[in-house]
């Protein structure tokens, strides 16, 4: 009897150990920690890619909205004693434009068992307003800074957009191409960038499209390693209209690419109208 007995211990102390794990684990995915790394290259020029139906820069501020409103959803069914999430929006390389820089800072947001109902109800205006006046000093300029989303991954993801205890989302609003003058090399068939012209000249325009990448041991270099506890959502992708296969050939890096990194969860998503991915955004965010 006493040898059952001994035995039988163990066993609720490991059960009490397992749902005190699953009960901490719970806690922290329901503290968002959502970053944006918007891609302020000339994609967003509405001379240069214009739309009929919605401009690009147009689309952007509403998956930001979109995004915004899940946060704020959020935040809204917790108690206030229970707050402890977090937005904020990046750029790489930094805006040399000094009114970016300012307006980005209104876009950092934090919440806490501190925080009033009117800071939280603050945020719809300030997503609202601010996002608008960066595009607009962004095209006025004309002088578009781009974004080095790989050197960003390889030098600031892990300090910026991972944080303990909290469900981390990087949304990276952009067109699916990735370049930057600084950071443009290979190492053998592998690339930290994808332009029109490299999917050309690797001959990605057919159906066998992922055999070539395969074979050829394509893709984006790893920047990093080790991203199990980022979700990334990629919104914006908007491919070249002369090859069938493009957007086919986009999503495949970057799907490579974040499995290198084991990114835990990813999403890659087209330009297509605000309308049409808010209730997906809102789904993706609102899973625990």
Known sequence: MKAKILLIIPFFILTASFKAENKLQKADSNNLNISFLLDLSDRIDPKKNTN???????????????????????????RIMQLND?????????????????????????????????????????????????YQSAIKDGHF??????????NKVQDYCIKDHHRNILVIITDGYMYHKESKFMENNKSSYLSPEFIQAKKLTTANYKTLFEK????????????????????????AKKNAY??????????DWFKAMNVKKFYIKPASLPTDLDPIIQRIISEK
């Open 52 to 78: 009929a139906a919605m401009e690009y820069y147009q689309r952007d501020l509403q998956y930001i909205k979109s995004v915004q409103k899940a946060f704020t959803n959020h935040i809204k069914q917790k």
């Open 86 to 134: 977090q937005m904020q929006v990046f750029f790489d390389p930094e805006p040399k434009d000094p009114l970016v820089n300012k307006l980005s800072q209104q876009l950092k947001v934090s919440f806490n068992k501190l925080s009033s109902k009117d800071e939280i109800s603050n945020i719809d205006k300030t997503f609202s307003e601010v996002p608008l006046k960066i």
């Open 145 to 154: 800074i781009g974004s080095d989303i790989w050197r960003f991954f390889k």
């Open 216 to 239: 050829n041991k394509l893709g984006f270099i790893p920047a990093i390693k080790g991203l199990q506890n980022l979700e990334v959502i990629v919104l914006g992708i908007n491919p």
């Open 246 to 255: 493009e957007e086919d050939v986009i999503n495949l890096y970057w799907t």
